[in-house]
């Protein structure tokens, strides 16, 4: 397939599949399975940035001092953003300016209650939006430098947007949203990754030397989720099984993208 495709596809399959998933797990799931999932999408999204992206964007530009220069600019840039309310990913227990019942632990907080006629519903559908236009524009950026390192990407990006959909989708509920109306929004949010992937493919098609900049703001918008925003959840709970259940999964979530990489890397080998 042409890069294009894998763009839309893989877009698509990241948005809509973590929709579905996340719907499917909130209506079904217990309650003591999401914090399992939050520590399995820490270790995808620190294997992808440091397995993946990293390596990349610093072969691409030949510079590694440039490239850990635009990661460390990222990160603080990310926690500036977070800070004024435009970058917001909440996944611990209590969030700022609300509280949530167990099965809402995971959502996103924009320091609005979850009972306010839906407003923060809609201050999530906006801020997932963005989240997912971004995620789609990092998507775009990795392909365009090779399909190995998009597939990847994607499959990372799917990991961590799962406990974060399912978070949301339960907050919409609790808003006043019905059932049916959280899953055409969360879907139609979703649908942002591709318009990100399409207008990051036809903008980085004219200036290729922009795509090393990208995948090392991929990279670390990546760990500033695992690290500043998923990570300090865990430590809620100090409890040696519990710790020992967050390392093994962490480990899992590093392995599996190792495995991921392994994989495509011979498939591809297996096509050419």
Not at 10 to 25: H, I, R, T
Not at 57 to 82: H, N, Q, R, Y
Not at 148 to 176: C, K, N
Request: charged letters at 10%; aromatic letters at 6%; glycine letters at 8%.
């Amino acid at each position: 397939m042409s890069t294009l495709i894998w763009i839309i596809v893989m877009s698509l399959l990241g948005g809509v599949l973590s929709v579905l998933a996340a719907a499917l797990f909130a209506l079904t799931a217990k309650a003591s399975w999401v914090p399992m999932l939050v520590s399995y999408a820490i270790g995808a999204l620190l294997g992808v940035s440091f397995l993946e992206v990293l390596p990349h964007a610093i072969i691409a530009s030949a510079d590694a001092t440039s490239s850990l220069s635009i990661v460390l600019a990222g990160i603080l840039g990310f926690f500036i953003l977070e800070k004024l309310v435009l970058w917001r990913h909440c996944h611990t227990e209590h969030c700022a300016g609300h509280e949530q019942p167990p099965m809402l632990s995971h959502g996103h907080s924009h320091g609005h209650g979850l009972h306010d006629s839906g407003r923060s519903g809609m201050l999530i559908l906006i801020g997932n939006s963005f989240h997912n236009f971004v995620d789609g524009v990092l998507i775009a950026a990795a392909f365009m430098e090779s399909t190995q390192l998009g597939v990847v990407t994607a499959l990372a990006m799917i990991a961590h947007e799962i406990p974060q959909e399912v978070g949301d989708f339960l907050i919409l509920l609790h808003s006043g949203y019905t059932r049916n109306k959280a899953m055409a929004y969360n879907l139609l949010s979703s649908l942002a990754m591709m318009v990100g992937g399409l207008l990051a493919y036809f903008a980085l098609s004219a200036m290729q030397g922009a795509v090393p900049v990208f995948l090392a703001l991929a990279a670390a918008s990546m760990i500033y989720v695992a690290v500043a925003d998923l990570i300090p959840g865990l430590h809620k709970r100090t409890e040696l099984k519990a710790t020992i259940q967050q390392v093994l999964l962490i480990g899992a979530g590093v392995t599996s993208i190792w495995l991921a990489h392994v994989i495509v890397e011979h498939a591809l080998g297996v096509a050419a």
